[in-house]
Structures are given as structure tokens and as C-alpha cells.
């Protein structure tokens, strides 16, 4: 996310079902960032979305990337 604005229940396209968890923030706390993040992880939904078969909502911070593991 390039903009200053955090994004909340932000869909993004999966290509597979399951749990994503958030192995890395460059917006968690330890980093200086806002600590936006998504603890608990994601579980997908089944919605398709971006030409993919799943997708899920996350909190995506600003101005920062962030990394999901499909668990």
C-alpha cells in the first residue's frame, strides 16, 4: 500500500483455501510503524476475486507491504 491511508477489509485474490498467516509487517510497531496488522491471520472466503478461486480481506497499513503464509 503506497498511500498514507490504511485499508480496511482490503480483498485480495488467493490462489488456494486455508489460513494466511502474517509473517511479515514493515508497519509493525517494532519497525516505527502504526501496528496495523493482522495477528490472528485470514481465513479465505469463497468469493473469487482478481482471477483467482478464493480470495480474503485483510487490513492492509499504510504505506507498508505485508507478507501472508498460507498455513
Not at 508497519?27 to 482478481?50: E, F, K, Q, R
Request: glycine share 10%.
Amino acid at each position: 500500500n503506497f498511500t498514507p491511508v490504511p485499508r480496511h477489509q482490503y480483498r485480495l485474490g488467493v490462489p488456494q483455501p486455508g489460513l494466511y498467516q502474517e509473517v511479515f509487517n514493515s508497519d509493525a510497531g517494532c519497525y516505527g510503524g502504526s501496528d496495523i496488522c493482522n495477528l490472528h491471520g485470514c481465513h479465505t472466503d469463497d468469493v473469487p476475486w482478481m482471477d483467482k478461486p478464493v480470495s480474503l480481506s485483510i487490513d492492509l497499513p499504510p504505506l507498508a507491504g505485508v507478507i501472508l503464509q498460507l498455513q
